[in-house]
């Protein structure tokens, strides 16, 4: 069966600090991959999504970044943190020709 | 303009009564519509997909109907229990982007 994780579960990083949350799926091959943000009390934000390994589609424009380096592998980084950037972020997944979304347990960063 | 409303925003409800959550969409052409149970603190999970030529589908306690015609999708929640309380997400053809959905509290 397959099977998302994401790590870590909770980080507590100073403004300016870098950014570094890790996302695999194991199972499946070739999944299509995606980095959601959500803000207390609001709906989910797509921030990145990927159909291959080094292809990005960005959805929003600002200090985050991801990476595909493998094909179960998602990376979402930044190089300086800002308050902003506080938020419980999601890791999710689904298969070409299959819209169902799979989640993964979320990352929950507080940027002081 | 947003192509999928979702409506009431939030609602409250005491524990054991029935419910009715709301979901407009103007997508076109439409393949399925979804719905999904995001719990506080935890990814959305998918509770029925519709497609097409179904008007009706039942998991548990939950009953989603759609109407093609009207571009109209329900979820309907029976017998509430506390753990019903979650946010209420309708996807229509397999968007990646999800609305802020319905809130839905279950208060005892």
């Known amino acids: 069966s397959q099977t998302i994780h994401q790590w870590p579960a909770t980080l507590v990083q100073p403004v300016g600090s870098p950014l570094s949350l890790e996302c695999t799926v194991e199972?499946?091959?070739?999944?299509?991959l995606y980095w959601y943000r959500q803000a207390a009390g609001r709906g989910l934000q797509l921030l990145f999504y990927?159909?291959?390994?080094?292809?990005i589609s960005s959805e929003v424009p600002q200090n985050l970044s991801a990476s595909r380096p493998q094909d179960r592998q998602f990376i979402l980084s930044s190089k300086k943190l800002l308050l902003s950037d506080s938020g419980f972020y999601l890791c999710?997944?689904?298969?070409?020709?299959?819209?169902?979304?799979?989640f993964g347990e979320g990352s929950r960063l507080t940027v002081l | 303009k947003n192509q999928v409303e979702q409506s009431p925003q939030s609602l409250i409800i005491l524990e054991g009564k029935n419910c009715t959550l709301q979901c407009n969409y103007t997508v076109s052409p439409f393949s399925n519509l979804r719905w999904y149970k995001q719990d506080t603190g935890r990814g959305p999970v998918s509770l029925t997909i519709?497609?097409?030529?179904?008007n009706t589908k039942s998991n548990g306690r939950y009953t989603a109907t759609l109407d093609a015609d009207t571009k109209q999708s329900s979820l309907h929640i029976t017998a509430s229990q506390l753990s019903d309380s979650a946010s209420y997400i309708c996807?229509?053809?397999?968007?990646?982007?999800f609305g802020a959905g319905t809130r839905l509290t279950v208060k005892p």
């Open positions: 199972g499946t091959s070739n999944p299509n």
């Open positions: 519709m497609t097409f030529s179904e």
């Open positions: 999710a997944w689904n298969s070409v020709g299959n819209g169902e979304l799979f």
């Open positions: 996807v229509v053809r397999n968007d990646m982007r």
């Open positions: 990927s159909v291959g390994i080094g292809q």
